[in-house]
């Protein structure tokens, strides 16, 4: 890290006047890699929350699915097969970075939240921001299929204090509590008990000509909410 960087970081960190506003994390669902304007739904969407400083977590997608097939074949193991995991999330976050050249890949919450003061859109490092996080004390994620990149935004966005949007193919099931989406195979089993600590859930239908940011209301999350602690 730069002396500068230093400096700016110790600034955010032990000055609570420079704290930046409240983050926002958006979850970019891997099944959108496909879609051409991609890019260009990102910045509609993102446009909506002005004020808040944006995270953007990227689905893991095909090469998540490569993993899991390799994991069916090879026996990785769970540690094995979460770690490639983080690896093809990185890989998909290497891709928006290409998208939005201006935006900063952050690999640790002081990353994050520098960034953030700088007012600058951060994309998110998924292995190395996990680590960094557990090693500062936030509680471990589980490692296996029961979580996805879901899950792994909606911990991230706990480790912020941040909201959450879930940028997704499908509409907003919102008639439907957590539990019921997890059994319309929509989220992860533990999604529900990490998005029971946040203050917002927010799901845009990406693939909708008007990708709006409507707020989800999940219902009552007490029967799920130690499913993966």
Do not use: Y
């Given at each position: ?7 700016r ?11 930046p ?17 991609l890019p260009?739904?990102?910045e ?19 090469a ?23 690896e ?36 998110l490092?998924?292995?190395c921001?996990?680590k ?12 296996s299929?029961?979580i996805?990149s ?16 879930l ?8 008639d439907m509590?957590?539990a ?23 799901w ?25 602690e």
């Amino acid at each position: 890290m730069s002396p500068t960087n230093r400096t700016r970081r110790l600034q955010v960190l032990l000055n609570p006047a420079s704290q930046p506003r409240p983050f926002t994390v958006f979850k970019i669902g891997g099944s959108l890699f496909d879609l051409r304007d991609l890019p260009e739904v990102i910045e509609r969407v993102l446009a909506q929350r002005p004020q808040s400083a944006r995270l953007l977590v990227a689905g893991g997608g095909a090469a998540a699915d490569i993993v899991r097939n390799w994991d069916e074949v090879h026996h990785l193991g769970q540690s094995a097969a979460h770690e490639l995991a983080l690896e093809a999330m990185d890989l998909a976050a290497s891709l928006l970075a290409r998208f939005l050249p201006d935006a900063r890949l952050v690999r640790s919450e002081p990353q994050a939240r520098l960034a953030a003061s700088d007012g600058v859109l951060s994309i998110l490092c998924a292995g190395c921001f996990i680590k960094a996080a557990e090693s500062r004390g936030h509680a471990p994620l589980e490692q296996s299929w029961r979580i996805t990149s879901d899950s792994i935004a909606a911990w991230t966005a706990g480790v912020l204090a941040a909201d959450l949007v879930l940028v997704k193919s499908v509409p907003a099931p919102l008639d439907m509590t957590l539990a019921a989406a997890v059994r319309a195979g929509l989220v992860d089993e533990c999604f529900p008990a990490l998005a029971a600590r946040l203050p917002v859930v927010g799901w845009v239908n990406a693939r909708d000509p008007d990708p709006v940011i409507e707020t989800w209301q999940p219902g009552d999350t007490s029967s799920t909410a130690n499913e993966c602690e």
